[in-house]
């Protein structure tokens, strides 16, 4: 009889454990469900870096092919740079060719550009697009003449200069890209 009743206090024990716990269950707050949210992405301006290098390369021949015909013109007309490069750089490009202007020098020749190898790729949030490639800048067929028509290009002037340049796109999420930056490479020349 003993047994029974130990078995009875453990089943009514046991229950009540049970019951205890449904109901202090139920009592306790449940988080609220998650809702997921979802964050707002931004298409990539360039699915690749052949995109992106594709895309400073032009960017590059139309700048370089503008530059060559305001040198041309000793200066004269430079706003025709501005659809090549940022708004920060315009005023810097805008003193130089007015300095030419001022004196008189003229550009005679072309500049193109050998190797053009991707350094990076990125995206701001906002969408817009940065790429830095170093490239050699051809000088080889490039003069400079002063007012009196006199070849005034340097002799020690080195035919391929390494740049590092950078584009940036020309607003959010444009895939056309505008000269933001063109700097000497300070290491090792690799346009030998």
């Not at 003993?2 to 205890?20: C, H, I, K, P």
């Not at 809702?35 to 700048?63: E, R």
Request: proline residues 5%.
């Amino acid at each position: 009889m003993l047994g029974y009743f130990r078995w009875m206090r453990f089943v009514t024990s046991a229950a009540g454990l049970v019951l205890v716990a449904l109901v202090l269950g139920g009592c306790v707050r449940q988080p609220p469900p998650v809702v997921p949210t979802s964050t707002p992405t931004v298409a990539p301006v360039f699915a690749t870096d052949a995109d992106a290098l594709a895309a400073a390369k032009t960017a590059y021949t139309g700048y370089l092919a503008a530059s060559d015909a305001v040198g041309f013109d000793s200066g004269k007309h430079a706003e025709r740079i501005a659809a090549w490069v940022t708004q920060q750089l315009l005023p810097s490009e805008l003193n130089s060719y007015a300095a030419m202007s001022k004196v008189g020098n003229r550009f005679s020749g072309a500049t193109s550009f050998t190797r053009f190898d991707l350094e990076s790729r990125t995206q701001s949030v906002g969408g817009e697009a940065t790429v830095v490639v170093y490239t050699c800048l051809d000088l080889s067929k490039a003069r400079t003449f002063d007012h009196k028509g006199r070849d005034i290009t340097p002799a020690e002037l080195a035919h391929f200069l390494p740049l590092e340049v950078s584009f940036s796109s020309r607003s959010k999420g444009s895939r056309s890209l505008v000269l933001e930056r063109s700097s000497s490479w300070q290491g090792d020349n690799f346009c030998e």
